[in-house]
């Protein structure tokens, strides 16, 4: 228990659906992220948010929206996904994203894993 | 664009240390070592980390080598809960480093 919980934990969608993942840390961080993980490839980092503004966004597509209404909430929103975005997404967060030290280990919540048919 | 080599495999036996090691030749004066494992299917998992010094906590030992170019994870007795793929991570401070890179890691298997 890492103090970082996500919802759902499983999903299965159609291409056309429209959904959201929700990421909440009860770690008093300031800093979270979303992380994909596809199958047989590295964590690729999606979105970083300090202190609810949005700091980095890595190239991705428009039908994936994140939303970060308060420092302890995460929502990735979800429409007309493809096949290809079937993956295990992860959140995490961390103290303060621009500090140093310890105070940027990241911690990870378990995952969503979702299916795009 | 991972800036670690770990080897891709290794089995360890249950209850002996297990020593996972890693390279970072190109690592700069301000980049700490992280290790996260990742039990299957589930969130990558902090372990340890460290900018100079060797550093011990309750899950792991890491040693960094003088020049700071390689370092080793150590988990003192391995148990059949340790199986997993570890992670060895440089990031710089600051934010730069929010940009964790996973490179592939290496897949541990504990055998009793």
């Known amino acids: 228990e890492t103090g970082v919980t996500q919802t759902p934990r499983h999903l299965v969608m159609g291409m056309t659906n429209k959904k959201s993942l929700k990421c909440e840390q009860h770690?008093?961080?300031?800093?979270m992220y979303w992380y994909k993980q596809s199958a047989k490839k590295p964590l690729e980092l999606m979105f970083v948010?300090?202190?609810?503004?949005?700091?980095e966004n890595n190239s991705v597509p428009s039908r994936f929206s994140p939303e970060c209404p308060n420092s302890s909430h995460l929502f990735l929103h979800l429409h007309t996904l493809q096949p290809e975005d079937s993956a295990l997404y992860l959140c995490?967060?961390?103290?303060?994203?621009?500090?140093?030290?310890?105070?940027?280990?990241?911690?990870f919540g378990p995952g969503t894993r979702l299916l795009v048919l | 664009d991972a800036k670690t080599t770990q080897p891709t495999s290794m089995d360890c036996a249950e209850g002996r240390a297990a020593n996972l090691p890693c390279n970072h030749s190109?690592?700069?004066?301000?980049?700490?070592v992280y290790w996260y494992r990742q039990i299957h299917s589930q969130g990558p998992q902090y372990i340890i980390h460290?900018?100079?010094n060797n550093e011990t906590n309750e899950m792991a030992s890491l040693i960094i080598t003088e020049d700071r170019k390689s370092s080793t994870l150590i988990l003192p007795h391995a148990t059949l809960r340790d199986t997993a793929v570890y992670y060895c991570?440089?990031?710089?401070?600051?934010?730069?480093?929010?940009?964790?890179?996973f490179g592939g890691g290496t897949r541990v298997l504990v055998k009793p």
């Open positions: 995490a967060s961390s103290q303060d994203g621009t500090s140093g030290g310890v105070g940027e280990t990241q911690y």
């Open positions: 770690l008093g961080h300031n800093a």
């Open positions: 948010y300090n202190f609810k503004e949005q700091t």
């Open positions: 190109t690592i700069s004066g301000n980049e700490y």
């Open positions: 460290g900018l100079k």
């Open positions: 991570i440089v990031r710089p401070r600051g934010a730069a480093g929010n940009k964790l890179t």
